[in-house]
């Protein structure tokens, strides 16, 4: 899994073990959905996703992020100036530098862009670090990230660098473009093309010619000889009439190089929205040889000063962007929410087993409901809940549509959110970390064709079952429940007992009252290292649903009751009488 980089603000060392959320998991927990509220951006979303699902029970991870994130969003003047500069940044990695073959003499073209690539280093790393030095951060991740900026700085002699830069840029201003001769056989085709001279001047448009055919049918149109007499007249190719000759595509490339390009970043503009980026590089490096050979003395001037800074590279600070990107992406959204009325809290890490405390949340709440809900914050009943040495596994029982699903979920989205660094919905929430998260919903039934519902539920479970270790979170809903209720009973109780032997922090959402009313039962007071049960219930008062969770034998509801009440088969709701 992920490793920690040259620098970075998410993964503070390289001893961390990561272990991958399962797709199931980040689906059922709507994490998926969550992280389409937070950027439109697909290569973003896949992004968020790989660095949540990355889970690491290690509480330093932890405590690493959840400080970094905490900083951005006590500072939004910070995230803004830096997603400014690291979207230069990015704009320099992306388009600011080329590879050339091993053996490849390194021509004008590249030396210009490398020339262009360490000025805008230089103004960056001084942006940032006097970014960082205008907040007082208190993270270990940004002030670890001044650290490494000082350090890049002073090791770079930035001074000297400046001035040779600076001198380069002055030398090589006055290259604005070049002329081309191209010769034509008796079929009007292009049979061979060649540089003329570079120049100090861009060539300007002079007035374009309406119809291309008329052009060289006058007679004026075509000059006697090719020697230059200073009276050439510039006429840009139109779009249009380039789509008429062959390799449309690949001349309009070319033409968009043809005027100054050696500007670095700038000119790479012009190629982000060329049709073809490929084929106009091919231009540029097609004259390169040529331009370099013309231009000898600069070519080494070039050559000697940049070889001294040939160790400078930005992808130390160019790794930096999409870890910036998460952080910035979840602390604008929750600022959205606040905004609404919801309230967050910053996470507190607990090492594992502190005192046999595994969990203790205060007012938390299912964050999907504060994204998708209509309901406003006010309305939202938010809960407490625990994981301790008495209170290890859950058996969640409740009437139907009550909140059990909605509570298990947020269970789940309470931990990868927090291990995330990100805050979490409620007035408190400590945790110790989870090596992983799993989840057993019921499936699709396109996906049970082969085994059956039954069948298909047992497998998943055994799988899930062997993945998890005493450090994970398992969060079951309706697990058993497609098939009878003395057969889901039978199969359950045997899942309970395994998995209060592994002590593994757990959730089962389930209708089968008689499971929870045994919850004491499968319990083994003073047995070192096993897991207890006990029964969580979802509330209700005079018959309204109350959505408050509290440890309390099941209310007495049936889980036929239930499933009838579900689709309308009791005597009240099929004859109407009260």
Known sequence: MAKKKQVSILFPNDDSKYCAMPDTAWHDLGLDALCEKLTKKPAERNMIASVMRAMTDDPEVSRFRIDVFADLVAFPGFRDR???????????????????????????????????????????????????????????????????????????????????????????????????????????????????????REFKSSGILGNFADAIAAKDGIREGNEWNGSYRYHPVKESSVSLISGADHFSAYSASMVNPFLGAAAMATLASAPDRDSTRSMTRFFDKDVSHMLSQLTKKLEQVLSRYVYLSINGITDLIPEFVYYIRWAAYLEELKAQGYRFCKPQVLDADENGLRMDAKGIYNLKLAAFSEESAGNIVPNDLDFTKEHTLYLLT???????????????????LAQGGISVPGESFAFAPVDCIYTHYPADEDKTMDLGRLGEECRRFKDIYAASTKNSLLLLNETFSTTSFEEGYYIAKDAVLAL??????????????????????????????????????VGSKNGERSFKVKVAPPEGRSYAEDIAVKYGVTYSMLTGAK
């Open 82 to 200: 830096m997603m400014e500069l690291l979207d230069h940044v990015q704009f320099i990695n992306d388009y600011g530098s080329f590879k050339k073959d091993h053996d490849e003499r390194e021509g004008l073209w590249n030396l210009l862009h490398r020339l262009s690539e360490l000025d805008d280093y230089i103004k960056c790393l001084e942006n940032i670090r006097s970014c960082l030095n205008d907040y007082d951060v208190k993270s270990a991740g940004l002030l670890g990230l001044k650290e490494y900026i000082a350090a890049a700085y002073e090791a770079s002699a930035f001074d000297e660098l400046k001035k040779d830069i600076s001198a380069l840029k002055a030398d090589t201003s006055t290259l604005k473009s070049l002329t081309i001769g191209v010769n034509l056989n008796q079929s009007f085709e292009v049979e061979s093309i060649g540089l003329i001279s570079v120049n100090s």
């Open 398 to 416: 409740g009437a139907n549509r009550g909140g059990k699903t909605t509570i298990t979920q947020a269970v789940g989205l309470l931990y990868a």
């Open 500 to 537: 209060l032997d592994k002590n593994v922090r757990v959730i089962y959402n389930t209708h089968m009252h008689k499971l929870a009313y045994e919850a004491e039962a499968f319990n083994r007071p003073g047995e070192e290292g096993r897991g207890c049960a006990a029964s969580l219930v």
